[in-house]
């Protein structure tokens, strides 16, 4: 199958900034697992000891509420209570652990790896984009292999991208793809629309981590602020306990099971 450009002179333009605009979330992409491969066991760590802060602070309150009036607490109710208030911060935390969970499992490409994923996927993209050819999205097949493309760029799975550029040349023969005219509508407002993106995604995290990540002395300031960070709310954390202590031992909260 050939492509036949439009003749518009800004379609070479769209088309690199399409590219480029794929590399960039491609390398936020792996900034972000370097990120969260550096940090994120800090981060998860802080976050924890935080989400324990709000629960004795919510335990404080409602101790305090069952003060005003009689000092009589239902240990059961104030569980369900409790779970209800840290239930969207536990899911929070959750993701987190399963991100970082991912992210640690993340393999690592050689240079070499890197550089052949990006020459087969854009010799790929030219074919097949969904934003450069308009048969993608009419045909479930083409759609199938573009995934799966995606998929193998993410991972810069030389071997995958390799099978899928014999795959593509396959199905569009089967498909009786000829030459199609390409003709991108509104084609300066995309251009432009891509320039903002691109813009956007330099930016923006998890891109604008990239700079601190090879800065050693900036990841080494990163690990003593979490560090500190974690440090503090465990003070935090144990004040809150001692309130709490004196709350029960002064007498005025007294506990009622209710038995079923």
């Not at 990120?35 to 004795?56: S, W």
């Not at 009419?138 to 493309?149: F, M, P, S």
């Not at 593509?168 to 903002?196: Q, R, W």
């Amino acid at each position: 199958m050939d492509l036949v450009r439009s003749s518009e002179t800004k379609y070479e333009e769209y088309e690199r900034l399409l590219l480029e605009r794929d590399q960039l979330l491609k390398d936020a992409e792996s900034i972000w697992i370097c990120y969260t491969k550096t940090f994120g066991q800090m981060i998860a760590d802080v976050f924890e000891e935080k989400l324990e802060c709000i629960r004795l602070k919510k335990m404080i309150s409602y101790y305090q509420a069952a003060l005003n009036h009689g000092g009589v607490v239902n240990p059961a109710e104030m569980e369900a209570y409790l779970s209800r208030e840290m239930a969207a911060y536990q899911a929070e935390l959750e993701r987190m652990l399963e991100e970082q969970k991912r992210c640690g499992e993340a393999g690592t490409s050689s240079a070499y790896e890197v550089k052949r994923a990006k020459q087969l996927y854009r010799r790929l993209a030219k074919r097949i984009h969904p934003d450069i050819n308009p048969e993608t999205d009419r045909q479930e097949a083409l759609q199938e292999l573009w995934l799966r493309i995606l998929a193998a760029y993410r991972q810069n799975d030389v071997k995958a991208l390799s099978e899928l550029e014999v795959l593509v040349s396959k199905a569009l023969e089967e498909l009786g793809i000829g030459k199609i005219c390409v003709e991108i509508p509104d084609i300066e407002e995309k251009v432009e629309a891509l320039k903002d993106e691109i813009l956007e995604i330099r930016g923006t995290e998890p891109y604008t981590y990239g700079e601190l990540l090879e800065d050693a002395s900036a990841v080494e300031k990163k690990k003593n602020e979490l560090a500190e960070e974690l440090e503090s709310y465990r003070k935090y954390r144990q004040e809150l306990e001692d309130v709490i202590r004196e709350m029960l031992e002064s007498g005025g909260i007294r506990f009622r099971w209710i038995m079923k």
